[in-house]
């Protein structure tokens, strides 16, 4: 898949890849919108808290929006993309993945590429609580992994018109050999403190909450010292907190690049060739793709950066192409005979 330029243009002195990459959680000012909180009990226990923005018209399109591996409804590219969906008339509800949202979840067991099962619960809320309402999705990194997985697992039944996903880990076992490579081992290193940070708070807490069963699986897992590597990290806690054999199967059965071919909703994918997290061998060929995916591979971007315009007045080519391409699907849809 040879990358096109015609798309999206760095803003002039952000053409490096890592400079993209870190513009948004670095330098990018906070995106101030007024948001409403829900917290959605799931089937096991656990919550996760979902903060909405936009109109409350029981009709109005609603987008679903899931961050990526560390982030939260707070990261910039999630407010950013509200902000703008709100200012096209839609409305839209941020997904925190479990323990994201401020507040360690109450299972030992945490949020990873794989769960979809989340993913499904959260959708089938959504729908049920706006049933009028179109019901579409965008999922970024580690959230738009997940997004890709579900609509290939569920086919026809996904719960969405449409979805886009964007820098999205296509297997996950390369993308954790390319984050430890070059300058890349700067976001390993930061995503391996967040994460040991997110175990080690929750195991406070559940001592705290007096939560024996919990503690005792987390204990289970045995030190998290000299954890250096994503290999190393989802070996001794994603595996086994949830239910997977080893990295290698996790990786294996997590990973979306093997379920592209099976989508069956209209599906956006935003990637750029210079994505820092993911090797080019790591992209899928068009022959694995469904007829109704799109797939848009610009020469740059970054990691979820695509920031264009000037440094003096920066753009965000994702907060209008999304918003654009979602219209679109969403007139298509209107307009198409049942």
């Known amino acids: 898949m040879t990358p096109s330029s015609d798309r999206f243009t760095p803003a002039f002195g952000l053409g490096n890849p890592h400079l993209q990459t870190l513009w948004g959680p670095l330098w990018r000012k906070t995106t101030h919108i007024e948001r409403l909180r829900e917290r959605l009990w799931l089937d096991d226990g656990d919550f996760l808290d979902l903060d909405w923005h936009g109109s409350h018209d029981a009709q109005t399109p609603l987008v679903l929006v899931l961050h990526g591996l560390t982030g939260s409804s707070n990261s910039p590219y999630v407010a950013g993309l509200q902000k703008a969906l709100a200012a096209q ?7 925190n993945w479990r323990g994201c949202s401020g507040e360690p979840n109450l299972l030992a067991r945490s949020y990873h590429s794989g769960a979809s099962e989340d993913l499904a619960q959260a ?20 959230g738009g992994n997940v997004l890709l997985k579900h609509l290939g697992e569920t086919g026809d039944a996904c719960g969405l018109q449409a979805a886009a996903a964007v820098s999205v880990p296509f297997r996950l076992d390369q993308c954790a050999d390319r984050i430890g490579l070059g300058f890349s ?8 403190r967040e994460m040991l ?22 204990e289970s897992l045995g030190s998290l010292e000299k954890m250096r590597t994503f290999w190393d990290f989802d070996g001794r806690v994603t595996a ?14 997590a990973s979306s690049r093997y379920f592209l071919g099976d989508i069956r909703t209209p599906s956006l994918i935003i990637h750029a060739a210079d994505d820092p997290f993911v090797f080019a061998h790591s992209l899928p060929d068009a022959s694995e793709l469904s007829a109704c995916t799109e797939f848009e591979l610009t020469a740059k971007g970054g990691h979820v950066g695509f920031v264009d315009g000037t440094l003096r007045q920066p753009g965000y080519y994702l907060e209008r192409r999304i918003p654009q391409w979602l219209l679109a699907r969403h007139n298509q849809h209107a307009t198409t005979p049942p």
Do not use: N
Not at 89 to 95: H, M, N
Not at 185 to 192: A, S
């Open 240 to 253: 086994p907190l949830h239910g997977y054999l080893s990295a290698e199967d996790y990786y294996r059965r």
């Open 185 to 192: 081992r700067v976001y390993q290193k930061h995503f391996m």
């Open 123 to 142: 959708i089938a809320h959504l729908r049920a609580k706006r049933p009028l309402a179109p019901l579409y999705a965008v999922g970024y990194s580690l």
């Open 197 to 218: 940070a997110y175990i080690r708070v929750k195991q406070r807490q559940f001592l705290q909450d007096g939560r024996a069963d919990g503690l005792k699986t987390l």
């Open 89 to 95: 008339g839609w409305a839209s509800v941020a997904l």
